[in-house]
């Protein structure tokens, strides 16, 4: 049994969902980790993770159109506006999404589904450099 | 330290909870892991998974009633409609629900709470056949 | 490598969020685990855990005021009512945010975000005892 530890940077510029399946691949296949578990973890708290369907970006928009509707821009409901209109809309939306994901590793593959990609959900309108940790256990 | 990796199949017909939690039982029985962690992980893209009361059914019914209200069949907001009007709900359900869980296990038991049972929740209406794919950790 | 289980308790005393960081710091310290993975894990169906920004209380305010618009207490669109008023808001609350989480241990510490903190979110009005499961695996 053994450990890997990694950490890569996705550059943000604006509210949407960034693919970051690729990235994910690398690090597994490098780790030399055959069968085992990644998890995921952003220390973010104005973004997260999600694992969506990759086929249509149109779903992608439509996610969005969806969080922007039940979390909106100057909700006069938000207290917490210093940071700009966007900042606590972000920190609610990270609330009902994850900071936190764990997929199998088979075939020194992550076992994701079909129609399924691994995302960053960038919340903030201005540009944001994000960091991911991976945690990988296995043989 | 010894890791078990396994998947089962559940059959679902319709939008609503389905307990696994007896399937999970089984898988960390046969594991032969007595102290560790069961990470959960569903491949989907429209299918979730969810730790719920499992006494009342009224729970279950009522947790249906909110998200089916929360995230409507037909919002004209939705522009991803070519695969069904409960397509896209079913991403959105997805992605403010969970798709993988972390569940200690003690003397060889899933210690989940008194009252806290394992669901798969499916978000398409018709029949599906759902896989879950389940990594043990531990002594 | 190695694992490590333990447990510990916060009494609540109503709807809010209770920062359990540095309970969490402890237990990091004291497994002896420099790098690896802390899995926590809410044996209960209405209090949840939830990574959010730690440096302006009114954020943690703002939450609650989102959560308590979004899920009503005497919403007649729930048939569970029971167990009280604010019993069936706590499930939907649960299903919204997470029962299981997981943090990379780096150096020996939780691998935090600058404005991350963990917290226990409590779900009930009245007064509860909550206990938390960590499992901490690694080197």
């Keep these: 049994m053994k450990q890997k530890q990694s950490k890569f940077f996705i550059r943000t510029s604006g509210r949407r969902l960034y693919d970051i399946s690729e990235a994910l691949?690398?690090?597994?296949?490098?780790?030399?980790?055959?069968?085992?578990?990644?998890?995921?973890?952003?220390?973010?708290?104005?973004?997260?993770?999600?694992?969506?369907?990759?086929?249509?970006?149109?779903?992608?928009?439509d996610l969005e159109r969806f969080f922007d509707r039940?979390?909106?821009?100057?909700?006069?409901?938000?207290?917490?506006?210093?940071?700009?209109?966007?900042?606590?809309?972000?920190?609610?939306?990270?609330?009902?999404t994850a900071v936190s994901l764990s997929i199998p590793i088979l075939d020194a593959?992550?076992?994701?589904?079909?129609?399924?990609?691994?995302?960053?959900?960038?919340h903030r309108t201005s540009q944001h450099s994000r960091s991911i940790l991976c945690h990988m256990i296995g043989e």
Excluded: C, K
């Design 25 to 61: 691949s690398e690090q597994v296949g490098t780790s030399g980790i055959i069968s085992g578990l990644l998890s995921l973890y952003i220390p973010h708290s104005s973004a997260s993770l999600l694992i969506q369907e990759n086929y249509d970006p149109e779903v992608l928009r």
């Design 109 to 122: 593959q992550l076992a994701l589904g079909t129609w399924q990609g691994v995302f960053l959900y960038e």
């Design 70 to 96: 039940l979390v909106p821009q100057g909700d006069p409901l938000f207290h917490h506006t210093s940071e700009g209109p966007d900042d606590m809309p972000a920190h609610v939306r990270s609330a009902l």
